[in-house]
């Protein structure tokens, strides 16, 4: 199973909004609304902030927003923040139980 | 507070063997599914095993099939991964992660570095 598309980085000043793309294949992301989105900040774990596509954990801020169209998921962020830099990583699901993730985008905020 | 702790990792040489376990505590372990997540130094997440509630269904990711086992044992609350046959490619922070629902992994560990090396 191939790891899913990211783009390596994208950057936002604050207040900005951006959006990381996850792109895959009819076989994952096309098939399943079973796509996540995490944060993991350098040395740390990461951290779930979207599932099943559009769902929020409590606690994540309402700036974090997740949508798909086709084989492409997306990540938005509104209102950008310092805290937001970290790297952002999606994960769908791919069928008989096997999970692929992206290679991860480097969020930085100018 | 849900808390998951890995332990067991360190460097062994190509071929070897190395079991890491994942101690949970803060929730009810049986009810929950588990998986462990990989990720190389520098590198991006990979998804390695999944372990039902019960133990009664497993999946491995093709990378690591034939050579890396989870269980659990739900009186103990912990999670384990029995690893051999490792390859340099191996070396990895292994994180295991407690699964909500499908993909959404809501608790993690702090991890625990395997490094496959002569």
């Known amino acids: 199973q191939s790891a899913l598309t990211q783009p390596r980085s994208v950057s936002g000043s604050p207040g900005q909004s951006v959006t990381i793309s996850c792109t895959g294949t009819?076989?994952?992301?096309?098939?399943?609304?079973?796509v996540s989105w995490y944060q993991q900040h350098p040395g740390k774990a990461p951290k779930l902030m979207i599932y099943?596509?559009?769902k929020r954990p409590s606690g994540v801020p309402d700036r974090f927003s997740g949508s798909k169209s086709g084989n492409t998921a997306s990540l938005t962020i509104s209102g950008l923040q310092a805290e937001d830099e970290a790297d952002y990583c999606c994960?769908?699901?791919?069928?008989?139980?096997?999970?692929?993730f992206g290679g991860g985008t480097k969020l930085t905020v100018l | 507070e849900v808390q998951l702790v890995e332990s067991g990792g360190g460097l062994v040489q190509p071929g070897g063997s190395l079991r890491l376990s994942c101690a949970a505590s803060?929730?009810?372990?049986?009810?929950?599914?588990f998986n462990w997540v990989r990720q190389a130094p520098g590198k991006g997440l990979e998804w390695v095993s999944y372990?039902?509630?019960?133990?009664?269904?497993?999946k491995y990711a093709d990378s690591v099939k034939g050579r890396f086992t989870v269980s659990r044992d739900n009186a103990k609350n912990s999670l384990y991964l029995q690893m051999s046959s490792l390859r340099a490619d191996d070396t990895a922070v292994y994180y295991c992660?407690?699964?909500?629902?499908?993909?959404?992994?809501?608790?993690w560990g702090q991890g625990t570095l395997v490094t496959v090396s002569s």
């Open positions: 099943d596509v559009t």
């Open positions: 992660a407690r699964e909500r629902t499908t993909t959404a992994f809501d608790y």
């Open positions: 803060g929730f009810t372990f049986r009810s929950y599914e």
């Open positions: 009819s076989s994952d992301i096309g098939s399943y609304n079973y």
């Open positions: 994960c769908s699901y791919a069928g008989m139980y096997t999970l692929v």
């Open positions: 372990i039902s509630s019960s133990s009664n269904d497993i």
